[in-house]
Structure formats: structure tokens, C-alpha cells
């Protein structure tokens, strides 16, 4: 089992930045792909970002130049760093893992951008 805990959450102003962290215990070895998506209310949870173990990246077009995703393997933690924040991007934020076969879901995190 994988555990995945999201951090970093909260209100922001357009424009604006956060960093979401997510510490990742349990059954880390094996894990290949890491990621956040995000679920906005009426809308389908749609993938942000990713990043495989080789350190490859994939964005969404719609944050594609404005979050960059990283992770520290020291730290089991993975990061997603949001920067010129739009109305658009308010969501839950949720980070992901894939161990084998296996998908793992953090609980989620509250991202609102409002002025």
C-alpha cells in the first residue's frame, strides 16, 4: 500500500502562486509515475501533471508554462509549483501514484483562486 498526503491548499488572489506538497509513505519502492490532477465542482478530474521515474514530465496545455511538478526522493515528497493563478484553476487538487498495477489517490486539497 501507498499512503499520499497533499498539503499546500488554500485561497489565493488571480496572479497569485502556492505550492502543493504531497509526502508519499508505505510501499514507495516500485512507484513509476507520479502526478496531480485536480476535479473542479461539475467537471470530471482531469490530469495537471505528471512525472515518471526517469524524471520525464507531462503538463495539460491549460497549465503548460505557468506549474512545474518535482519531487524530492530524499524526502518522498512530490511538489507542484503554480504560479499566475486564474479563476479557472480552482479545484481539488489530488496527487497520484502508480505502483505496478496499482493507482493510489491522496485525499485531496482545496485550491480557490478569487479575488
Known amino acids: 500500500q501507498v499512503q499520499l498526503v497533499e498539503s499546500g491548499g488554500g485561497l489565493v488572489q488571480p496572479g497569485g502562486s502556492l505550492r502543493l506538497s504531497c509526502a508519499a509513505s508505505g510501499k514507495i519502492f516500485g512507484i513509476s509515475i507520479m502526478g496531480w490532477y485536480r476535479q473542479a465542482p461539475g467537471h470530471q478530474r482531469e490530469l495537471v501533471a505528471t512525472i515518471i521515474s526517469g524524471g520525464n514530465t507531462n503538463y495539460a496545455d491549460s497549465v503548460k508554462g505557468r506549474f512545474t511538478i518535482s519531487r524530492d526522493d530524499a524526502k518522498n515528497t512530490l511538489y507542484l509549483q503554480m504560479n499566475i493563478l486564474k479563476p479557472e484553476d480552482t479545484a481539488v487538487y489530488y496527487c497520484?501514484?502508480?505502483?505496478?498495477?496499482?493507482?493510489?489517490w491522496g485525499q485531496g486539497t482545496q485550491v480557490t483562486v478569487s479575488s
Open positions: 497520484y501514484a502508480r505502483r505496478i498495477a496499482d493507482d493510489y
